[in-house]
């Protein structure tokens, strides 16, 4: 078929893990598998307008940032583009205006990497699925999380909700290490709709990328345990999330969250990204579960700001405790309300 112009748009969310990824082989395969929660507010809306081109052997594309011409994003997205070129070799085909922006402010210190590369990977796939429209929806998908991965890992885990892995993993059925998958068998009602406050404690640019932080796992002298112990986290947090035992998660949860951080401690160079505030916040929601029995809980991306998590059953009470104890230690006492969403749409 030729195709000679047109656009597509989609959006996608951001993703925050349970069991984390951190550490990775050659081309973008983790060391461990990881799962995430999809979220719903935070995404990434990205058009992308193409037309075609003389096949000149070089990509062609426009990149808009919130409408915009972005030049500094522009080297990220040609890497991404080299990459999947043997895996799309349609691209060289036509010129692209990329046009994105996302839904939560630019500087809160939240990676729209993982957001940005899926809604992108979505929209070439689109195309694809003009070029060839006898694939299914199921390639559709597996192949749009497949190419995401190749632009950031974690992004893999965008495409698809509410709960997805990333990994191969033993117990859970069509894991893979290429792409991320639906988590398989029947969540508990716990799980439905679970809430994600992100507390914003630092909007700073990050001390160290994650490209930086996958690395330093290579010489890591508690890599392995780690790694094995992220696959046991997993089989664990399997039967939670079908039983519904939010004690058991909270547990997982929380120490994922500070193994991530304890690897970038431990590693050399070593990094501390927590800051004062974030060691306030966790403080005063251990005080409060205890206290109260709430089931909420934390976790940590690679940085300083908290991601809230508790049932949706609780969220009153969980509100008037954030943004009565907890939003003060915000920066300019900023926070987003987020909650467990169905993954990339396009429309
Ligand atoms: O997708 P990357 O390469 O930016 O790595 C993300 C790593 C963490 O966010 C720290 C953990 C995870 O599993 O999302």
Redesign the pocket.
């Known amino acids: 078929t030729v195709i000679e112009n047109g656009s597509f748009q989609w959006s996608a969310p951001s993703n925050i893990?349970l069991v984390?990824?951190?550490g990775k082989k050659e081309h973008q395969i983790p060391a461990n598998p990881?799962i995430?929660f999809t979220l719903n507010n935070c995404k990434t809306i990205t058009k992308l307008a193409f037309a075609k081109k003389q096949n000149d052997s070089n990509f062609s594309f426009d990149l808009l940032f919130e409408g915009q011409p972005k030049e500094d994003f522009k080297p990220k997205i040609q890497k991404f583009l080299e990459r999947i070129e043997i895996y799309c070799p349609y691209l060289k085909d036509y010129h692209f205006t990329i046009d994105t922006e996302n839904s939560f402010p630019h500087s809160s210190g939240i990676?729209s990497?993982?957001s940005g590369m899926a809604a992108l990977a979505m929209n070439i796939m689109s195309l694809e699925r003009k070029l060839y429209p006898e694939m299914t929806q199921n390639f559709f998908n597996l192949k749009a999380s497949f190419l995401a991965r190749l632009g950031?890992?974690?992004?893999c885990r965008s495409v698809k909700g509410n709960i997805v892995v990333w990994g191969n993993h033993a117990e859970i059925e069509g894991s893979s290490d290429l792409f991320g998958v639906e988590f398989p068998a029947k969540i508990h009602d716990n799980f439905k709709n679970y809430q994600d406050t992100i507390l914003l404690v630092d909007k700073g640019e990050k001390q160290v990328s994650?490209?930086v932080g996958?690395d330093l796992m290579h010489h890591h002298p508690f890599a392995q345990q780690r790694f094995a112990q992220a696959h046991e986290n997993l089989s664990a947090i399997k039967k939670v999330l079908e039983k519904g035992d939010l004690t058991e998660f909270i547990k997982i949860v929380e120490s994922e969250a500070l193994t991530?951080h304890s690897m970038m401690m431990t590693s050399i160079p070593y990094f501390i990204l927590m800051k004062p505030n974030t060691l306030e916040i966790i403080n005063k929601i251990w005080q409060f579960r205890n206290e109260t029995k709430i089931p909420i809980c934390f976790t940590l991306?690679?940085g300083a700001n908290v991601h809230v998590l508790y049932p949706e059953n609780v969220r009153v009470e969980a509100m008037q405790f954030i943004t009565t104890e907890l939003v003060g230690y915000c920066q300019n006492g900023n926070y987003i309300c987020d909650q467990v969403g169905d993954g990339a749409i396009n429309f």
Request: aromatic share 10%; proline share 0%; net charge neutral.
């Open positions: 893990a984390k990824y951190w990881s995430s990676a990497s993982a950031s890992g974690s992004a994650s490209t996958h991530l991306d690679a």
